[in-house]
Structure formats: structure tokens, C-alpha cells
């Protein structure tokens, strides 16, 4: 084992970084597959506070080994509002993931970065190529493709993953801004202790108390959620 951690830990930072890319997609993939087997019998309002809540449980190590140190910030502001964004997202999210088929999920959250690529150009005055503006517009293309007026993607829940990513995008921003004075284990426990009473409050409004495999499967989202997290703010 440690020789193999020793292995990795020689890799050069190009092969780490596509290997945590690798990693984050299975587990969001396998979070998506759960929350759609589940959403037939909760509410997605319901399971993303279990996401969350089960997501703390796994951040809870981390807590144990630095203390209270990163949960200091002098930037409150911008950690809310990433807060109510991502919870907004989430909620989109869980209920667009519970009417659409997973192939059109995933198709669908891919518009997520060609929102930020924008909302970086306008917003962070980032430096806009052709070859970068030419990507975006067949990004888009494709998009409108998808979404013309009539397909089914309209009716199956669709629009509600297109919000969801325009608002992660927006989040996305607000972490990028972050992550200037703020470090990576911060941005993620903020993230935690917003989420869990934010999604918390919405799920109240359609409570349903789950069984213990319902638990089960919640708790394999959060782990599954959060561990994808980690690995995109890490790489």
C-alpha cells in the first residue's frame, strides 16, 4: 500500500491532476445513478440535505485533525453567497437528476463551464482568445441542440439542470475568488456548513422520514458527493 501511495505521489502533476479528474467524475456518475434509484421514493429536496449532512460526516475527519483554524475567514460574505448558490443548484440539481434520463443529465451539465467561461471573460476579465470564444459557441450550439422547442428534454426536467449549472457557474466564480486568500480545506468545510442547513430548510417543507436503507443510500451520496468535491477543488 504505502508503495503504491509512493508510486502516485512520483507521478507528474499533469497525470495526478487527469487521475483526480478520473476519480471525481466516477463519483459524481455513481452520486447521479443513487439519487436517481432513490428520488422515486424521497423528495429531492430530501436527499440533498441528507447529501449534505452525510457529506459533513465525511469532512468530519478533517475537522478532528486542523481543528477550528480554517473555518476562520474575514471574507463571510462571499462564502454566503457561494452558500445560497450552491444550495439553489443543488435543489435544481437533485430534482432535474429525478425527471431526466442519466444520459441527458450528464449531456446537460456540461453547460456549467461554458456559463463560467462567460461569466470568467465578463466578470474576471479574464483574457477571451478566438479558439476560446469559437469552443463556447459550439458549446452553446450544441445546448440549443439539445434544448430546441418541442424535444423532450423540456418536459423530462432538463430546464432544471440548465439552471442548476448556470448557478454552479456562478459559484464556481465566487470559489475561484476565494480560493485567492482562502484554502482549499476552508472553501470546503464553509461549503458543508452552509449547504447542510440551507437544503435543510427546503426539505422541511416536504419531510418524509426515510428507512434505514434510504438512510444508506443517502449516506453513500454524501460520501460519494463529497469525495468528488474534494478531488475537483484538490487536482
Known sequence: MRRSIARLARLPGNVKGLLLILLSTLCVSGMQAMVRHIASDLPPFEIAF???????????PLLLRHGAAPLKTERFTAHLGRGVLNALSMLSFFTGVSLTPLANVAALSFTAPLFATIGAILLLKEQARRGRWLALGIGFLGMLT??????????SGGLYIVFSSGLWAASLLIIKSLARTESSLTITL?????????TGL???????????LQLAWM?????????????????
Open 202 to 212: 427546503a426539505a422541511a417543507f416536504v419531510w418524509q422520514t426515510p428507512n434505514v
Open 146 to 155: 439539445m434544448l430546441r422547442p418541442g424535444a423532450d428534454l423540456l418536459q
Open 219 to 235: 449516506l453513500a451520496i454524501g460520501a460519494l458527493g463529497t469525495l468528488g468535491h474534494l478531488e475537483n477543488l484538490w487536482r
Open 50 to 60: 441528507f447529501r449534505n449532512l452525510f457529506g459533513l460526516v465525511v469532512l468530519a
Open 190 to 198: 464553509d461549503m458543508g456548513l452552509w449547504l447542510t442547513p440551507l
